[in-house]
């Protein structure tokens, strides 16, 4: 069976696009065939994080919703220097005018689950990642409807942790019911009991991974993703945490 995962953050700035992407490298390094799909058509990014690892967008998920394409058209498989092969991405936009036009005109966004499922079938996937916009709008939450795992990427400080009931009560009622929770950008050191209690409160479940503070991520000046650069940075054992939580054994997962 194939399966669908979205990451979600309440608010922007928590490394979230860079979790999904370590996601799809990382479940990519196990075999399986994956495509990452950025679905914040209003800030992009995942397709500046892959660069040249991606040729150059010519079609997008914006010209898929407004009529230009079929969804596989926009989908690029990444070069084999990401680290590994299987691995697609369909990116945001291709420029300014996908966004103009779906301000414009809008879309029917029926068309994001049907996209969805056709990737999966033509591309033969064994898991389909979402990337969302940070909060809520169409495009987040008929990702979040349609997913089979749900990973939400937060901060420990007060205004992550405002938007928690909400996204755990939008998350209950579109039926996600493996939800993961990820404790990001954290310092060495400063998770103590009464920050993971607190967190865990708020989202009512257990913190699935802590993920470091890394400087080493700045090094990289976005022209490399981490997991390749750093195989064995705790970075990546917790972006391991995820993948085993969320999947349910995906290292099993099989096309069904």
């Known amino acids: 069976m194939s399966q669908i995962i979205t990451v979600h953050s309440y608010r922007g700035g928590t490394g979230k696009s860079?979790?999904?992407a370590n996601l799809a490298l990382l479940l990519a390094s196990g075999g399986h065939r994956v495509a990452l799909v950025d679905t914040d058509i209003q800030t992009p990014a995942l397709d500046l994080m892959f660069g040249d690892t991606v040729p150059s967008a010519r079609r997008s998920l914006a010209d898929y919703l407004v009529g230009h394409c079929e969804i596989e058209d926009a989908a690029y498989p990444c070069r084999a220097d990401v680290g590994h092969d299987g691995v697609f991405l369909v990116p945001a936009r291709s420029g300014a005018a996908g966004i103009n036009e779906i301000m414009g005109r809008g879309?029917?966004?029926?068309?994001?689950?049907?996209?969805?499922d056709r990737l999966i079938d033509l591309l033969a996937l064994d898991v389909l990642l979402l990337d969302t916009h940070a909060g809520f709008n169409n495009e987040?939450?008929?990702?979040?409807?349609?997913?089979?795992?749900?990973?939400?990427?937060?901060?420990?400080?007060?205004?992550?942790?405002?938007?928690?009931?909400?996204?755990?009560?939008?998350?209950?009622?579109l039926g996600c019911v493996r939800v993961s929770v990820a404790l990001s950008m954290v310092p060495d050191g400063v998770v103590d009991d009464r920050m993971r209690a607190e967190v865990e409160s708020a989202y009512a479940t257990e913190i699935t991974a802590v993920l470091p503070y890394a400087p080493e991520m700045a090094s990289l000046a976005g022209e490399r993703l981490f997991s390749p650069a750093y195989p064995h940075h705790p970075l990546v054992t917790g972006y391991r945490r995820i993948i085993s939580a969320v999947s349910n054994g995906t290292t099993a997962i099989r096309r069904g």
């Open 18 to 20: 860079s979790t999904a």
């Open 107 to 116: 879309y029917d966004v029926g068309l994001l689950r049907e996209g969805f």
């Open 140 to 173: 987040t939450v008929t990702a979040m409807a349609s997913s089979d795992a749900l990973v939400i990427v937060t901060r420990a400080d007060r205004l992550d942790l405002a938007g928690a009931a909400e996204t755990m009560a939008l998350a209950g009622r």
